[in-house]
């Protein structure tokens, strides 16, 4: 079955991370959508009970879109550390603590990963696209590379600055924004969320 077509000029982005706000608009910038952030419209963040990316993606999604009675766009991304069984994953951003410190966050994932020959790493971002009326898509996408210590740039957020994308040398935290768009996990959602709903409904 055919995915949904989005076909209005206002989205809402149900986020609170100011940086994942600023990512995403400026990933839907060509498509002329009026992003608009679920702090601004004073939207309260759902617990993310979910198993999966994707579960916790939809649940958001669905959340916002319920709230604002508008398209709504989640997103759930995380690191994914193979020698770590997996972890941080889904709970990347609670390793980070209240504070939001991912300085803390990317200490433990060094101190977790002591004696540890394997560096593999993977960014993955699922993001759900939902409708008010309970219709949801959902995109995955993924970027592998390895992780380095110390953390290096002041660029992007999160575990950015210790993860090198496979066959590049900085890291996302020292990347141009466009370089890191080009290979992201997010973009690469984004180019089969786009593809899917987004660019039909904007050329016709």
Same mark, same amino acid.
């Given at each position: ?14 986020t ?25 419209l ?42 770590? &069984?997996?972890? !941080?994953?889904?709970y990347?951003?609670?390793? +980070? *603590? ?5 300085? =803390? $966050?990317? #200490? ?23 409708w ?34 496979? &066959?590049?040398? !900085? ?6 924004? +466009? *370089? ?5 996990? =997010? $973009?690469? #959602? ?15």
């Open positions: 079955m055919a995915a949904r077509r989005f076909a209005g000029d206002r989205l809402v982005v149900a609170h991370n100011p940086g994942k706000l600023v990512e995403i608009a400026e990933l839907l910038s060509p498509f002329g959508v009026d992003v608009l952030g679920a702090a601004a004073g939207l309260r963040a759902p617990e993310e009970t979910g198993a999966t990316f994707e579960a916790n993606a939809e649940l958001k999604a669905r959340a916002a879109a319920e709230a604002s009675k508008l398209p709504a766009l989640a997103d759930d991304s995380g690191l994914v550390v193979p020698a770590l &069984g997996g972890e !941080p994953g889904i990347s951003a609670r390793w +980070a *603590g209240a504070e939001r410190d991912f300085g =803390r $966050a990317m #200490a433990r994932v060094e101190r977790e990963l002591a004696g540890k020959r394997d560096r593999r790493a993977h960014f993955v971002a699922a993001l759900a696209l939902a008010p009326d309970g219709h949801v898509e959902t995109f995955r996408g993924e970027v592998h590379g390895s992780l380095t210590w110390p953390p290096r740039g002041e660029r992007g957020f999160g575990y950015d600055p210790i993860f090198v994308p496979d &066959g590049e040398t !900085p890291t996302f935290g020292e990347m141009e924004p +466009a *370089g890191k768009h080009a290979m992201s996990h =997010r $973009a690469d #959602a984004f180019r089969k969320l786009v593809g899917a709903c987004f660019a039909r409904a904007m050329t016709s």
